[in-house]
C-alpha cells in the first residue's frame, strides 16, 4: 500500500516534471521569438523603466490640481482634454462659449484645467477650466496683495455702496475709495478700466475689497513734491479741470489744486464755467496768488492775454460803424459783444427812430448780430455807448419836407386812445390826431364813438415837432369852423327853434342845428303858476326862443324865453292899436280929454300926469334886454347863477 502510493507520487511528479519542461521550452520560444520580434533599442530593462515613469506620472497627478492639457477632440457637449493620463479628460462645451455665443476652444490648444476627479461612476476623468482659472485668479491676488502691487480691474456695475469690479473674479470697491473726492455720478464710471489695489481679500469666504483711492493719493504725493518746486505767483501751468461751481473752476496742478474764478476765466462776459468747460479738460493756467502756508492758489485764464479795453478808444472811436453780438438783454437796452472782452450798450431809446421800443426783446434776441454805430467811448470806465438807428437815415429831418403844415393826408387810423386818434404817415411814423381836433361842434367823449381802428381818414398836418418826434393832425380842419359863420347867423334878437338837449338847475340846452347849442339860463325862462321855471320843459320838446348874445370864442349863445314872449306880447299890442286906431279915433280923442279934466281937479297942481311915451318907457317891454352869456356845456352841472355877459 505504502509502495504503491510512493509509485503513483513519483509517476504523477515525473508527469509534471514533463509538463513544466514542455512550458519552459514553449516559454523559451515565445521570449526568443518575442527577442526577434522587438527592437534591438527596446530591451526589457528600457521597457521596465517605462512602465514605471508611466505609474509614476499617473500617482503624481492628484484631484484638485492644476494641469496642463491639449484639446484633442470638440463635440456637441464635451471637448475632450489629454493631460497625460490614461485617458482623455472632459470639460462642458459651455465653459468654452464667450459672451456672444462662440465657441473659442480649438483642437490643439493647450489650456490649463483642474481636475476634479480622476474618475466618475462611468470611469470618465472630470476637468474644468473656469476653476483652474480661478484658483490661478487666487494665486494672483494673493501675490498682488503681498507684494503690495496693483491690479487691473473693469467697473461693470452699481451696488449698495459702490461698485462692482471684474479682476477675473468678482471684487467689491467702496464708494468712498473710488476717488479723492466724493463721486456724485456714480454710473459715468461703469464701463471704465482702472488700477486698484487690493485692501484685503478672504479666499474662503470669496470677498476681495478694492482701492482706487490709494493708487490716487500716492500718485497725488509724488506729484505734489514735483508741483511745489515750480509752483510761484505769474508761473504758467498746464492743469486739469477738476470740478466746476457757479463761481469758477477747480484745476488740478499735480497734487495741489487751484481756483479759476469766474471773473478771472475770460475778458468777456461768462454767465457759467461750464459754458467754456468741462470737468476732465486740460486747461492753461497763470499763478496769480499762492499762499503756501494755506496751500490756496488763485489761477487765471484772461491773464494770459492782454486787456482788450487797452486798445478800445483807439480801435473804436466815436462815429465807428461796426457789427457785433448781442450777449444780453435788459429793461433799459441791449449789450453786444464787439470783441472778446468789450462790450456796449445800446439803450432803447437809441434802438429805432420811429418805435417806441418798450423792451428791446422787441427788436432783438441774444446771439443775433447787428450793426451799430459807436456814439461815445469811455475806456477809463470799460462803457461804450452804441446806436442802432444811426446807422440809418433819420425819417424826420425829411418828414417836414415831404408834409408841410397844412398839408392833407391819407391814411389808416393804427391805434385809438382816450385822447385821440394815431394815424400812419410814413413807415414807423404815426400822426396824432387829438380829440379837441376831430369836430368843431360835436361833443366827443371818446374817439370810438366816431372812428374805428384800420379806418381809412383823411387829415390836416397841423405842427411836425422833429426834436420831440411828434407829428400832431386835425380831421375838423378839413372844413372852416362854423362858428365863424354864427354871430351872422344867429344875430342878437333873432327867433330861433330847437330841441331840448338837456335840463340842468341853471337852465336847459338847446340844439339850434347840429353840433351848435344855446342856453337859456332860469332867469331868461318865465315862471308857472307855483313860480317854477323849469317844469315845463323835458328833454326832446322843440321850443322857441331869441338871442340874446353870441360869443364865438367861447362858442356860447345865450337865448331866452321870457324876451321872446314879451317882444312877442308888445308886438300883439301894437298889432291891435294899428288895426282898431282909425274907427275909434274921435271916440278916443273925446274919453281922453275928459279923463284929463278930471285928473286935472283930482290932482294937486304940482302933480304933472305923465305922458304916453314915459308910461311906455316904465313897461315890462322896456326893461334892460341886457345879453345873457351861455355857459359851455361843461357847465352844466353847475349850480344855478345868471351868466356872465359876453364881452
Known amino acids: 500500500m505504502g509502495k504503491g502510493t510512493d509509485e503513483i507520487m513519483e509517476g504523477n511528479t515525473g508527469d509534471n516534471n514533463m509538463e513544466e519542461a514542455n512550458l519552459i521550452s514553449e516559454n523559451n520560444d515565445l521570449s526568443q521569438t518575442a527577442a526577434e520580434a522587438v527592437p534591438p533599442e527596446e530591451n526589457p530593462s528600457e521597457g521596465s523603466s517605462f512602465m514605471e515613469l508611466y505609474e509614476e506620472s499617473l500617482r503624481s497627478i492628484q484631484e484638485g490640481e492644476v494641469v496642463k492639457g491639449e484639446i484633442v477632440q470638440i463635440d456637441k457637449e464635451y471637448v475632450l482634454v489629454d493631460i497625460g493620463y490614461k485617458s482623455e479628460g472632459q470639460i462642458r462645451i459651455e465653459e468654452f462659449i464667450d459672451a456672444n455665443g462662440n465657441t473659442t476652444a480649438k483642437v490643439g490648444d493647450q489650456v490649463e484645467v483642474l481636475l476634479e476627479r480622476k474618475e466618475n461612476d462611468d470611469g470618465l476623468i472630470i476637468l474644468s477650466k473656469e476653476k483652474a482659472a480661478k484658483i490661478k485668479i487666487w494665486d494672483e491676488i494673493k501675490k498682488v496683495y503681498e507684494e503690495d502691487r496693483t491690479i487691473r480691474g473693469k467697473i461693470i456695475s452699481r451696488v449698495k455702496g459702490g461698485l462692482s469690479v471684474d479682476i477675473g473674479l468678482q471684487a467689491f470697491l467702496p464708494g468712498s475709495q473710488v476717488d479723492l473726492r466724493p463721486i456724485r455720478d456714480m454710473d459715468s464710471l461703469v464701463g471704465t478700466e482702472h488700477n486698484f489695489k487690493i485692501v484685503k481679500y478672504n479666499k474662503r469666504r470669496g470677498n476681495i475689497v ?63 464755467p461750464s459754458e467754456l468747460y468741462q470737468v476732465g479738460d486740460k486747461i492753461t493756467v497763470k499763478v496769480l496768488s499762492f499762499d503756501r502756508e494755506k496751500e490756496r492758489v488763485s489761477l487765471g ?72 454805430m459807436v456814439l461815445h467811448m469811455d475806456a477809463d470806465k470799460k462803457r461804450i455807448s452804441l446806436g442802432m438807428k444811426q446807422v440809418e437815415p433819420n425819417p ?73 418826434e411828434r407829428f400832431s393832425l386835425g380831421i375838423k380842419q378839413l372844413v372852416s369852423d362854423p362858428w365863424n359863420e354864427i354871430p351872422v347867423k344867429y344875430k342878437a334878437g333873432t327867433r330861433v327853434t330847437g330841441t331840448v338837449t338837456n335840463v340842468t338847475d341853471f337852465g336847459i340846452f338847446v340844439e339850434l342845428e347840429e353840433g351848435i347849442e344855446g342856453l ?71 274919453l281922453k280929454e275928459e279923463m284929463m279934466n278930471l285928473q286935472k281937479h283930482s290932482l294937486p297942481e304940482d302933480d304933472e300926469v305923465p305922458d304916453s311915451a314915459d308910461s311906455e318907457e316904465d313897461t315890462p317891454e322896456a326893461a334892460s334886454e341886457e345879453p345873457v352869456a351861455a355857459p359851455d356845456s361843461d357847465d352844466r352841472e353847475a349850480p344855478e347863477e345868471k351868466p356872465d355877459q359876453a364881452s
Open 210 to 272: 478694492l482701492s482706487r483711492r490709494a493708487i490716487l493719493e500716492s500718485e497725488r504725493l509724488a506729484l505734489r513734491e514735483n508741483t511745489l518746486k515750480v509752483l510761484e505767483e505769474n508761473a504758467i501751468l498746464e492743469g486739469t479741470v477738476k470740478n466746476i461751481t457757479d463761481y469758477g473752476l477747480f484745476v488740478d496742478l499735480g497734487g495741489i489744486d487751484g481756483l479759476v474764478h469766474i471773473t478771472d476765466m475770460s475778458w468777456g462776459r461768462v454767465g457759467h
Open 301 to 372: 485764464v484772461k491773464q494770459l492775454t492782454p486787456d482788450p479795453w487797452s486798445n478800445a478808444a483807439e480801435n473804436y472811436p466815436s462815429g465807428t460803424r461796426i457789427q457785433g453780438k448781442v450777449v444780453s438783454l435788459t429793461d433799459y437796452g441791449a449789450f453786444v459783444e464787439i470783441e472778446e472782452g468789450v462790450e456796449g450798450l445800446i439803450h432803447v431809446s437809441e434802438m429805432s427812430w420811429t418805435r417806441k421800443v418798450r423792451h428791446p426783446s422787441q427788436l432783438l434776441s441774444v446771439g443775433e448780430i447787428v450793426d451799430v
Open 396 to 468: 424826420w429831418d425829411v418828414i417836414a419836407e415831404k408834409y408841410p403844415v397844412g398839408t392833407t393826408i391819407e391814411g389808416k387810423i393804427k391805434n385809438i386812445t382816450d385822447f385821440g386818434i394815431f394815424i400812419g404817415i410814413d413807415e414807423g411814423i404815426d400822426g396824432l390826431v387829438h380829440i379837441s381836433d376831430i369836430s368843431w361842434t360835436r361833443r366827443i367823449k371818446h374817439p370810438s364813438e366816431v372812428y374805428k381802428k384800420g379806418q381809412e381818414v383823411q387829415a390836416v398836418v397841423l405842427n411836425i415837432d422833429k426834436d420831440n
Open 520 to 590: 337859456i339860463h332860469v332867469s331868461e325862462l318865465p315862471k308857472d303858476k307855483k313860480g317854477h321855471s323849469l317844469s315845463r320843459f323835458q328833454v326832446d320838446d322843440v321850443i322857441q326862443a331869441k338871442v340874446v348874445n353870441v360869443s364865438p370864442e367861447e362858442k356860447k349863445i345865450g337865448l331866452s324865453i321870457r324876451k321872446l314872449e314879451e317882444t312877442s306880447e308888445k308886438a300883439a299890442y301894437s298889432s291891435y292899436l294899428n288895426n282898431h286906431g282909425g274907427a275909434t279915433s274921435n271916440l278916443g280923442e273925446l
